[in-house]
């Protein structure tokens, strides 16, 4: 039983668009989510994350907002650049942060930012 | 190190055979943990350190699984009796109090 779903694959879109990859979750314990984004033969690299309190958080060109009632978040990258070309993952946990949690992961969405 | 570092980044192993996976995590981060990474899935949670409390093992698929960490830094991960579906990316990472910083991965592959 999967509690988190990213049900893209893959994405691609063109250098300079918006870039939207999506995320829903199941289970409503779950207070804090991440995006990690992940480079062939590298390890996942932590990108932005946003407690449950909020419902939007910024950094730079990536935005992830959360829809608590829809148990649904998403996260913009504008303007996309080819350099954002990797797997993204959504991930979740039941605690607003703090090194004592374990995170349930997405599949993952392949982006590919064409120029 | 500046970083994760895991050991060996590639191991092919006959079924049947043991392994022993190793992660040096970022000086002082008190947590660790082990996912790893089937093909086609996502990150799937095996078992987190935190400082000398007891492991959280929930994680482990089987009794084939274990891990230590000793003297709260080093962690070796064993897998005994390796089958063809323990073939994966086996991910560590650590933290101190909030966000993970992964290793590179060491991909297990059993034939």
């Known amino acids: 039983d999967q509690q988190v779903k990213q049900n893209s694959p893959s994405l691609s879109v063109q250098e300079g668009r918006i870039s939207i990859l999506n995320c829903d979750y199941t289970n409503s314990m779950f207070d804090y989510f991440l995006w990690y984004k992940k480079y062939p033969a590298e390890g996942p690299t932590f990108l932005i994350s946003i407690s449950s309190i909020k419902d939007k958080n910024e950094d730079g060109r990536f935005t992830v907002f959360l829809n608590k009632s829809a148990k649904h978040l998403s996260l913009h990258i504008v303007p996309s650049q080819p350099g954002d070309s990797a797997v993204y993952f959504c991930a979740a946990s039941g605690t607003t942060g703090g090194s004592n949690y374990k995170l349930t992961f997405g599949k993952g969405t392949l982006l590919t930012v064409n120029p | 190190g500046a970083g994760v570092s895991q050991s060996p980044s590639n191991k092919v192993t006959e079924k049947g055979k043991d392994v022993e996976l190793r992660c040096d995590p970022i000086?002082?981060?008190?947590?660790l943990y082990w996912y790893r990474q089937s093909l086609g899935q996502g990150l799937e949670f095996l078992i987190y350190f935190q400082g000398n409390s007891a492991p959280d093992k929930s994680g482990l698929p089987s009794d084939r699984f274990s891990a230590e960490r000793t003297g709260g830094s080093v962690s070796t991960l064993t897998i005994q009796r390796t089958q063809q579906e323990d073939s994966a990316v086996y991910l560590c990472?650590?933290?101190?109090?909030?966000?993970?910083?992964f290793g590179s991965g060491t991909r297990l592959t059993v034939v």
């Open positions: 990472a650590s933290s101190l109090r909030d966000g993970y910083t």
């Open positions: 000086s002082g981060h008190t947590a």
